[in-house]
């Protein structure tokens, strides 16, 4: 369905607010007097909300938009998977070798490195340089970046993965599955095999015996633990004052031409993902990687008109719900809405009743955001109990079981297990800590198949998976039918 315009962005904001403009009770003119303000507010700006994510500075004539190291750490998190996808043993003469390269992406040192993704009409960009310098995934994944962190992840470590019941965290388990990697390749350069649970030969690196797939990891964790963590803990956050939604919002930044709060707010939309233009996809636009050449120049300008990540899962979920959802307008619209009140009052500080319009629209894009992550957590979910479905209907005969139906198993578990870890990174998360650590513990750390007892591992395992799906179903009051579907 292609995304119209922003419609009625006060009703919007009442929802978000869980507020009502009639009922009784305590408080109630109270709360009818807020909520008029927030009206009159967005009144003031809804007619002035573009369709697309374009604000003219107020200090001059040029676009106030900028979020380009966000992009360049989208292009780093998709360039890092390129590379292990086209991982071959034959290219290294140690495990070593392979972690240096790994490492070198991932800690920044590959930004004038040329870019492998292709789009037509052709990228404008050659290089990670040419999007924004100087910019790596190691400085902000959770716990690196700590100022503004609801949580210190690099000494209580994350919930959902543990070495030796010891915490970690989530740079130290980027790191051990980069290690693994390297491990693999020693592995096969002294000879030895790595089969599945049939005995089939183990062909790609990043595939472990224990059923888990690297590369989905890495990729999955990455686009959570950095951009998701940022997103939602750091730039769209009003927690700590003169960061995140709390930033000025009078001055000029330097000789830039936007204040401190608009370049916050647009980093927060910059880890989203989505094109400036979103709007003007359709859903099934955005899941083919289909693009808008929005200036007409002949190129894909990554920094406006390409959809990454999790904006491009959004979509995804919404094309696969039988009962319409709409996560990607909801949280565009949103991110509009919220820019559109910033830019009115660039210049001034935020009136408390702006500011309070101003979290609500954040409150809406951020839910939306997470609703699409969990709804992609139920997606594999449904994926992985199929491909355990495969070894039940085995019997314990595994001699039709193929190295497909292995490769398929670890990669639909391990992006469950990816995005499901993402979850945790968001302050506002709808999922308690109980339910989150229930979500974990069932998902487990790879999918929990025994050979001995294949059969009846697999089926504790869909039942397990099952009651994941009940949880993210009543967090997220999502409908029984795209549970099902998804």
Same mark, same amino acid.
């Given at each position: 369905?292609?995304?119209?315009?922003?419609?009625?962005?006060?009703?919007?904001?009442?929802?978000?607010?869980?507020?009502?403009?009639?009922?009784?009770?305590?408080?109630?003119?109270?709360?009818?007097?807020?909520?008029?303000?927030?009206?009159?507010?967005? &009144?003031?700006?809804?007619?002035?909300?573009?369709?697309?994510?374009?604000?003219?500075?107020?200090?001059?004539? #040029?676009?106030?938009?900028?979020?380009?190291?966000?992009?360049?750490?989208?292009?780093?998190?998709?360039?890092?998977?390129?590379?292990?996808?086209?991982?071959?043993?034959?290219?290294?003469?140690? +495990?070593?070798?392979?972690?240096?390269?790994?490492?070198?992406? /991932?800690?920044?040192?590959?930004?004038?490195?040329?870019?492998?993704?292709?789009?037509?009409?052709?990228?404008?960009?050659?290089?990670?340089?040419?999007?924004?310098?100087?910019?790596?995934?190691? &400085?902000?994944?959770?716990?690196?970046?700590?100022?503004?962190?609801?949580?210190?992840?690099?000494?209580?470590?994350?919930?959902?993965?543990?070495?030796? $019941?010891?915490?970690?965290?989530? &740079?130290?388990?980027?790191?051990?599955?980069?290690?693994?990697?390297?491990?693999?390749?020693?592995?096969?350069?002294? +000879?030895?095999?790595?089969?599945?649970?049939?005995?089939?030969?183990?062909?790609?690196?990043?595939?472990?015996?224990?059923?888990?797939?690297?590369?989905?990891?890495?990729?999955?964790?990455?686009?959570?633990?950095?951009?998701?963590?940022?997103?939602?803990?750091?730039?769209?956050?009003?927690?700590?004052?003169?960061?995140?939604?709390?930033? $000025?919002?009078?001055?000029?930044?330097? #000789?830039?031409?936007?204040?401190?709060?608009?370049?916050?707010?647009?980093?927060?939309?910059?880890?989203?993902?989505?094109?400036? $233009?979103?709007?003007?996809?359709?859903?099934?636009?955005?899941?083919?990687?289909?693009?808008?050449?929005?200036?007409?120049? +002949?190129?894909?300008?990554?920094?406006?008109?390409?959809?990454?990540?999790?904006?491009?899962?959004?979509?995804?979920?919404?094309?696969?719900?039988?009962?319409?959802?709409?996560?990607?307008?909801?949280?565009?619209?949103?991110?509009?809405?919220?820019?559109?009140?910033?830019?009115?009052?660039?210049?001034?500080?935020?009136? $408390?009743?702006?500011?309070?319009?101003?979290?609500?629209?954040?409150?809406?894009?951020?839910?939306?955001?997470?609703?699409?992550?969990?709804?992609?957590?139920?997606?594999?979910?449904?994926?992985?109990?199929?491909?355990?479905?495969?070894?039940?209907?085995?019997?314990?005969?595994?001699?039709?079981?193929?190295?497909?139906?292995?490769?398929?198993?670890?990669?639909?578990?391990? #992006?469950?297990?990816?995005?499901?870890?993402?979850?945790?990174?968001?302050?506002?998360?709808?999922?308690?800590?109980?339910?989150?650590?229930?979500?974990? #513990?069932?998902?487990?750390?790879?999918?929990?198949?025994?050979?001995?007892?294949?059969?009846?591992?697999?089926?504790?395992?869909?039942?397990?998976?099952?009651?994941?799906?009940?949880?993210?179903?009543?967090? /997220?009051?999502?409908?029984?039918?795209?549970?099902?579907?998804?």
């Amino acid at each position: 369905m292609l995304k119209t315009k922003p419609s009625m962005i006060a009703t919007v904001v009442l929802l978000s607010l869980g507020l009502t403009a009639c009922g009784g009770g305590s408080g109630s003119d109270s709360v009818d007097e807020a909520v008029a303000d927030i009206i009159d507010v967005i &009144d003031d700006v809804v007619t002035e909300t573009p369709t697309t994510y374009t604000f003219t500075s107020a200090f001059s004539d #040029e676009s106030s938009v900028s979020y380009s190291g966000q992009t360049a750490r989208q292009v780093l998190i998709a360039e890092l998977n390129t590379f292990i996808s086209n991982l071959d043993v034959n290219d290294y003469a140690t +495990g070593a070798e392979l972690k240096a390269e790994l490492l070198r992406r /991932y800690e920044g040192e590959s930004a004038d490195d040329l870019l492998t993704i292709t789009t037509t009409p052709a990228v404008l960009q050659s290089s990670v340089g040419d999007i924004s310098s100087d910019k790596n995934l190691v &400085d902000k994944i959770a716990g690196n970046d700590a100022t503004g962190q609801h949580q210190d992840w690099n000494t209580v470590g994350i919930v959902g993965w543990a070495v030796d $019941d010891a915490v970690i965290s989530p &740079d130290n388990l980027v790191r051990l599955w980069f290690q693994k990697l390297a491990d693999n390749v020693d592995t096969e350069l002294a +000879g030895t095999t790595r089969t599945d649970y049939a005995g089939n030969l183990i062909t790609k690196l990043y595939i472990q015996e224990d059923g888990t797939d690297l590369k989905q990891l890495i990729q999955k964790f990455l686009l959570g633990a950095v951009n998701y963590s940022q997103g939602t803990d750091d730039y769209l956050d009003n927690d700590i004052e003169d960061k995140g939604l709390l930033s $000025d919002n009078i001055s000029q930044d330097g #000789e830039s031409p936007y204040t401190s709060l608009e370049h916050q707010f647009d980093e927060g939309f910059g880890y989203f993902g989505a094109a400036r $233009d979103f709007n003007n996809y359709t859903d099934q636009e955005i899941n083919d990687a289909d693009l808008i050449d929005t200036d007409e120049d +002949g190129a894909i300008d990554l920094k406006s008109e390409f959809n990454f990540g999790h904006s491009t899962n959004a979509a995804k979920r919404d094309l696969g719900a039988s009962e319409p959802t709409d996560f990607t307008k909801d949280a565009f619209d949103a991110f509009l809405a919220g820019r559109q009140i910033i830019n009115s009052a660039a210049g001034d500080a935020l009136s $408390d009743e702006e500011a309070e319009a101003l979290y609500a629209q954040r409150d809406i894009a951020v839910l939306a955001w997470e609703k699409a992550i969990a709804a992609t957590v139920v997606h594999y979910v449904n994926d992985t109990t199929g491909d355990l479905k495969i070894l039940i209907d085995t019997n314990g005969d595994l001699t039709g079981y193929t190295a497909d139906n292995f490769a398929d198993l670890a990669k639909h578990w391990s #992006e469950l297990k990816g995005f499901a870890l993402s979850l945790q990174f968001n302050p506002r998360s709808q999922l308690t800590a109980d339910q989150f650590a229930q979500v974990q #513990e069932k998902i487990t750390m790879a999918p929990a198949i025994s050979v001995a007892t294949i059969v009846d591992d697999a089926t504790a395992f869909s039942a397990a998976l099952a009651e994941v799906n009940v949880i993210l179903q009543q967090a /997220y009051s999502f409908d029984a039918a795209n549970v099902a579907e998804w």
